[in-house]
């Protein structure tokens, strides 16, 4: 019964400890070297078989080396590749071949890309995330090492859809997001990788001689590897890891385990059976341990053992109280501030947008300038070409038909004058007036300065025209003729020179000028901008001043309506108001011959 337990005691431990120790390494190696639109490369055929060997012999469980894979043999490499990956603790891919970075991205080039502009870039290669995503299922390391830094000849000859993308040197720098996880370049980011004057390249040879030390951290022996390609480079290329790794070491060959010679101890089963139980280190294997072994020395021990992980569990309990109270302090905290915060933050984000928005406009609006800007400077120069080609097959005709004339003549000094004559001169081609003339118009055109068409006639908008040119672009050119020097100079600006200038009710919008238009109630002032339009005032018309006038006149002849005069009269009686709707009148009162003059009250 106690060599079952004891059995069952060995079997349990070594599950738990053989299952941590017999890792599951897997590897895929990628060579790309006969390319078909560049030349062939010697190496990454010769590094990718080196490299893929020492892989084997170093115990991995499996290694694929591929060569010379186009794209959809790459795509299908990695697909399946990551597959594999998913039950393995180790993973490496190494690629050695062409790759290319564009706006701070790399990708690797497989054999059949041709990359004839930047947009290719997209559609002919693979992202170096695809090799990342391929190796991220391992559980313990990821790894992707990159001879990839070669001098890239599809940059020098890959034409641009923007003038203004980057097409870097090397490879960028990458930050990995997953833990565990390093990329090595054969070269610092920006620069480039020697391909090595041997059979392999520098880095390749150092790889192979650090890597497969058993026990050596895979952060030491890359840090080898870069003393080494220093060294036999010249201090010219330096490799470089990108990503981190845990505290503890980690390395691409597992130690080797120390010898131990035989035990003539008595208690050597239940020691055995105690560094097991020592080595899984939980409460399972204690506790198992103490069901084949209830009494002795190494009971005891383990007894302690088993304490320790019961303070320790104790400890992870309070400690895991202690954060889940500080964590409802802070989210109670965090609650109270939540909406002050989400309203900064939608402020922030409404502001951020605002930014994004403009300076994208802003963006596409001198991408527009520049793409007109280098289409009016290839025009110009065709049609300085084209002026050249035709001066200069007409000064061919011209000499031509001079040594002609000469050889019949035979005159030796003629002769030697008519060879004279076709002796290329420094000073520029003599082209007509009228030629000149056209040219310089069509460049003031171009920056600006002239509104009409190029006729080669120099009118005095012509002249007005570049004297335009002189006062903004700070010359001292004569504006009453054309000249060559005039031309050269306009020619080297590479965009507007002279402001452009609208029409009233228009303004300047880049190269064009549009109308203005105000919002319902304004209107566009003398001096172009959109003002209030004022309230009018009721102006009386000529009917109605006529009206008013028959009105006052009627108003005058009427009679007077019968009121209290507010008259006082006075007799022998006194005096009193004279009445309501009556007045005084004079007269004599009869009597003696001449009368006496009176006042009476008459009242009609």
Same mark, same amino acid.
């Given at each position: 019964?106690?060599?079952?337990?004891?059995?069952?005691?060995?079997?349990?431990?070594?599950?738990? $400890?053989?299952?941590?120790?017999?890792?599951?390494?897997?590897?895929?190696?990628?060579?790309?070297?006969?390319?078909?639109?560049?030349?062939?490369?010697? #190496?990454?055929?010769?590094?990718?078989?080196?490299?893929?060997?020492?892989?084997?012999?170093?115990?991995?469980?499996?290694?694929?080396?591929?060569?010379?894979?186009?794209?959809?043999?790459?795509?299908?490499?990695?697909?399946?590749?990551?597959?594999?990956?998913?039950?393995?603790?180790?993973?490496?891919?190494?690629?050695?071949?062409?790759?290319?970075?564009?706006?701070?991205? #790399?990708?690797?080039?497989?054999?059949?890309?041709? %990359?004839?502009?930047? &947009?290719?870039? %997209?559609?002919?290669?693979?992202?170096?995330?695809?090799?990342?995503?391929?190796?991220?299922?391992?559980?313990?390391?990821?790894?992707?090492?990159?001879?990839?830094?070669?001098?890239?000849?599809?940059?020098?000859?890959? *034409?641009?859809?923007?003038?203004?993308?980057?097409?870097?040197?090397?490879?960028?720098?990458?930050?990995?997001?997953?833990?565990?996880?390093?990329?090595?370049?054969?070269?610092?980011?920006?620069?480039?990788?020697?391909?090595?004057?041997?059979?392999?390249?520098?880095?390749?040879?150092?790889?192979?001689?650090?890597?497969?030390?058993?026990?050596?951290?895979?952060?030491?022996?890359?840090?080898?590897?870069?003393?080494?390609?220093?060294?036999?480079?010249?201090?010219?290329?330096?490799?470089?890891?990108?990503?981190?790794?845990?505290?503890?070491?980690? /390395?691409?060959?597992?130690?080797?385990?120390?010898?131990?010679?035989?035990?003539?101890?008595?208690?050597?089963?239940?020691?055995?059976?105690?560094?097991?139980?020592?080595?899984?280190?939980?409460?399972?294997?204690?506790?198992?341990?103490?069901?084949?072994?209830?009494?002795?020395?190494?009971?005891?021990?383990?007894?302690?053992?088993?304490?320790?992980?019961?303070?320790?569990?104790? @400890?992870?309990?309070?400690? !895991?109280?202690?954060?889940?109270?500080?964590?409802?302090?802070?989210?109670?905290?965090?609650?109270?501030?939540?909406?002050?915060?989400?309203?900064?933050?939608?402020?922030?984000?409404?502001?951020?947008?605002?930014?994004?928005?403009?300076?994208?406009?802003? *963006?596409?609006?001198?991408?527009?300038?520049?793409?007109?800007?280098?289409?009016?400077?290839?025009?110009?120069?065709?049609?300085?070409?084209?002026?050249?080609?035709?001066?200069?097959?007409?000064?061919?005709?011209?000499?031509?038909?001079?040594?002609?004339?000469?050889?019949?003549?035979?005159?030796?000094?003629?002769?030697?004058?008519?060879?004279?004559?076709?002796?290329?001169?420094?000073?520029?081609?003599?082209?007509?007036?009228?030629?000149?003339?056209?040219?310089?118009?069509?460049?003031?055109?171009?920056?600006?300065?002239?509104?009409? &068409?190029?006729?080669?006639?120099?009118?005095?908008?012509?002249?007005? /025209?570049?004297?335009?040119?002189?006062?903004?672009?700070?010359?001292?050119?004569?504006?009453? %003729?054309?000249?060559?020097?005039? %031309?050269?100079?306009?020619?080297?600006?590479?965009?507007?020179? $002279?402001?452009?200038?609208?029409?009233?009710?228009?303004?300047?919008?880049?190269?064009?000028?549009?109308?203005?238009?105000?919002?319902?109630?304004?209107?566009? #002032?003398?001096?172009?901008?959109?003002?209030?339009?004022?309230?009018? *005032?009721?102006?009386?018309?000529? !009917?109605?001043?006529?009206?008013?006038?028959?009105?006052?006149? @009627?108003?005058?002849?009427?009679?007077?309506?019968?009121?209290? &005069?507010?008259?006082?009269? $006075? #007799?022998?009686?006194?005096?009193?108001?004279?009445?309501?709707?009556? @007045?005084?009148?004079?007269?004599?009162?009869?009597?003696?011959? /001449?009368?006496?003059?009176?006042?009476?009250?008459?009242?009609?």
């Amino acid at each position: 019964m106690g060599a079952f337990r004891w059995f069952s005691l060995l079997f349990v431990v070594w599950l738990i $400890c053989g299952s941590a120790h017999a890792e599951r390494r897997v590897a895929l190696v990628i060579g790309n070297s006969a390319y078909k639109s560049v030349p062939r490369l010697t #190496n990454p055929v010769n590094d990718a078989t080196l490299i893929g060997g020492m892989f084997k012999k170093a115990g991995f469980d499996q290694v694929d080396i591929k060569l010379d894979l186009n794209a959809a043999e790459m795509r299908r490499a990695l697909r399946d590749f990551g597959g594999r990956a998913r039950e393995t603790d180790v993973a490496v891919v190494y690629y050695a071949g062409h790759g290319i970075e564009l706006d701070g991205t #790399n990708y690797l080039i497989p054999t059949d890309a041709t %990359l004839e502009t930047d &947009s290719d870039v %997209l559609d002919e290669t693979l992202p170096l995330d695809r090799a990342l995503f391929a190796v991220e299922p391992a559980k313990q390391l990821r790894l992707v090492i990159l001879d990839a830094c070669r001098d890239n000849p599809f940059a020098k000859t890959m *034409k641009r859809t923007i003038a203004a993308r980057a097409i870097g040197r090397g490879l960028a720098k990458v930050e990995p997001t997953s833990p565990n996880t390093m990329i090595a370049f054969a070269a610092k980011a920006g620069s480039t990788a020697s391909d090595g004057d041997s059979r392999n390249s520098p880095f390749a040879a150092a790889l192979v001689e650090r890597l497969p030390t058993p026990g050596l951290d895979l952060r030491k022996a890359f840090g080898f590897v870069r003393d080494d390609v220093l060294k036999n480079t010249g201090y010219k290329q330096e490799p470089y890891v990108y990503g981190s790794l845990g505290g503890d070491d980690v /390395s691409l060959v597992p130690a080797e385990p120390a010898a131990t010679g035989p035990q003539a101890s008595p208690d050597d089963a239940i020691r055995r059976g105690y560094e097991l139980a020592l080595q899984a280190g939980d409460r399972d294997a204690w506790e198992a341990f103490l069901r084949a072994f209830p009494n002795g020395f190494y009971a005891d021990l383990a007894k302690v053992q088993l304490k320790k992980i019961a303070a320790e569990e104790t @400890r992870a309990a309070a400690a !895991d109280k202690a954060r889940q109270a500080e964590e409802e302090k802070t989210r109670l905290a965090a609650d109270r501030a939540k909406k002050v915060e989400q309203e900064k933050a939608a402020v922030a984000a409404k502001a951020a947008e605002d930014a994004r928005l403009g300076a994208e406009r802003a *963006k596409q609006i001198e991408e527009a300038k520049a793409a007109a800007a280098e289409q009016r400077r290839k025009e110009a120069e065709a049609a300085v070409a084209k002026a050249l080609a035709e001066k200069q097959a007409a000064d061919k005709a011209a000499a031509e038909a001079t040594a002609k004339q000469a050889g019949e003549k035979q005159i030796a000094a003629n002769t030697e004058q008519k060879v004279a004559a076709v002796v290329p001169s420094s000073t520029p081609p003599a082209m007509s007036p009228q030629e000149t003339t056209k040219l310089v118009q069509s460049e003031l055109r171009r920056v600006g300065c002239l509104t009409s &068409s190029a006729d080669g006639d120099w009118s005095a908008a012509s002249q007005r /025209s570049l004297t335009l040119f002189n006062k903004y672009a700070g010359t001292k050119f004569d504006a009453k %003729l054309a000249s060559f020097d005039a %031309l050269d100079a306009i020619k080297a600006k590479p965009g507007r020179v $002279c402001p452009l200038v609208c029409d009233h009710g228009f303004r300047a919008d880049g190269d064009a000028c549009v109308k203005i238009t105000c919002r319902a109630g304004y209107r566009v #002032n003398d001096d172009n901008e959109c003002e209030k339009l004022q309230d009018k *005032k009721p102006v009386a018309t000529r !009917d109605e001043a006529i009206k008013r006038d028959e009105q006052r006149k @009627r108003t005058e002849t009427a009679p007077a309506k019968p009121q209290a &005069s507010g008259q006082m009269i $006075c #007799n022998g009686a006194g005096c009193r108001p004279v009445g309501k709707g009556c @007045r005084i009148a004079s007269g004599y009162s009869p009597g003696n011959g /001449s009368g006496i003059l009176i006042q009476r009250e008459v009242c009609d």
